[in-house]
């Protein structure tokens, strides 16, 4: 972790973060440990359904998955507090529905119908909530970045004490834009988390190719940004480091670099057959770091649920998302009308 230039203003202290058992990060207790599960299921079979429905030809469009990568978004959103922003990219779906955002209406923009939450005209990549203070889904490469920035800026001069999640992925981390919001951000001492979802690969290209430094936590180092390394495929170690981060924003310190360390299964998007990597090594990480089953194993171990409960959640979550699949078929297409809503038009010309 690197640390700030002594010359600021002093600022409040920091929380100390819960307290790490001698194995690994701080322990959950059973309730998160059982919602933790819950949600990062949630995703998981949103994602497998959202697949099915694309290679079926109802969803059209870029669909980025994000099976994989669960315990990142479900570790940091424990993190934060209500009214705490939520900003990302194109793999997009599970910032939604961690954030509460309805099934039914995340699907339905999928399939481009009206009762999607951009009424049918955003797709996957462009979904909105003011309510659930989730911010998009933004197609182009690392925009979210410095609108994100953007949002920490409202909160510094409203003073309203509110943190922004901005993700971004290991591809983005090399855009220009993202150094310039790192510079503002810290100039300003906004409270922004920058998280780096590096699932190893930006597209087809690996980490290792594609970056001269390869720690991405790192590169917050010339703006004198801490940063940190995480697993992110341990819900417990994120939501760890996503407290230590939020609470140093909270406390005035400026921005936080947090880099996520996960893996997708799938492809960059449907399209992509991901002939890049082996399957030896999607096999391996399935087997021996999937997030959803290290959860799993720890609720039957501590006998906090049975095999016979965790079916019976997985039976609910199927539900929950077979609702969300019809709703979303039989939800009507948008009027014609709707072409012209939500633009700036001159009326004159």
Not at 26 to 39: G, I, K, L, M, Q
Not at 69 to 86: F, R, S, T, Y
Not at 89 to 104: N, Q, S
């Amino acid at each position: 972790m690197t640390s700030r230039s002594s010359s600021k203003s002093p600022k409040p202290a920091q929380k100390k973060p819960a307290k790490k058992s001698v194995d690994g990060p701080a322990p959950f207790s059973e309730e998160e440990e059982v919602a933790a599960y819950r949600d990062m299921l949630l995703i998981r079979r949103f994602e497998e359904k959202a697949g099915q429905m694309y290679g079926m030809g109802l969803i059209g469009g870029f669909c980025h998955l994000y099976i994989g990568q669960e315990a990142v978004v479900v570790g940091m959103q424990m993190a934060i507090e209500e009214g705490d922003q939520v900003i990302t990219g194109y793999r997009d779906h599970g910032h939604m529905l961690a954030t509460g955002m309805d099934p039914k209406g995340v699907m339905a923009e999928l399939t481009g119908r009206e009762g999607g939450y951009s009424r049918g005209k955003g797709g996957s990549m462009h979904m909105f909530s003011r309510e659930k203070q989730f911010f998009g889904g933004h197609g182009i490469v690392g925009a979210q970045v410095p609108l994100g920035t953007g949002l920490a800026f409202a909160n510094r001069y409203r003073g309203n004490d509110r943190v922004c999640l901005a993700y971004f992925g290991d591809g983005a981390a090399n855009q220009g834009q993202v150094y310039e919001s790192f510079n503002m951000a810290e100039l300003w001492e906004l409270p922004v988390v920058y998280v780096i979802e590096n699932n190893q690969y930006a597209m087809g290209t690996s980490v290792a190719r594609a970056s001269a430094q390869t720690n991405l936590s790192k590169r917050g180092v010339s703006f004198n940004i801490p940063g940190e390394q995480v697993d992110g495929m341990d819900v417990r170690a994120v939501r760890e480091a996503g407290l230590r981060a939020v609470e140093s924003c909270r406390a005035g310190k400026g921005p936080y670099i947090l880099e996520m360390m996960t893996y997708r299964y799938r492809g960059h998007s449907m399209s992509d057959p991901a002939k890049y990597r082996a399957k030896e090594e999607v096999n391996k990480m399935r087997a021996e770091h999937d997030p959803i089953e290290q959860v799993r194993i720890r609720l039957i171990e501590s006998k906090t649920l049975t095999e016979d409960d965790l079916k019976q959640i997985d039976k609910e979550i199927k539900a929950i998302v077979n609702e969300a699949a019809e709703f979303a078929q039989s939800s009507p297409e948008p009027d014609p009308s709707e072409l012209w809503t939500d633009i700036l038009a001159d009326m004159e010309a």
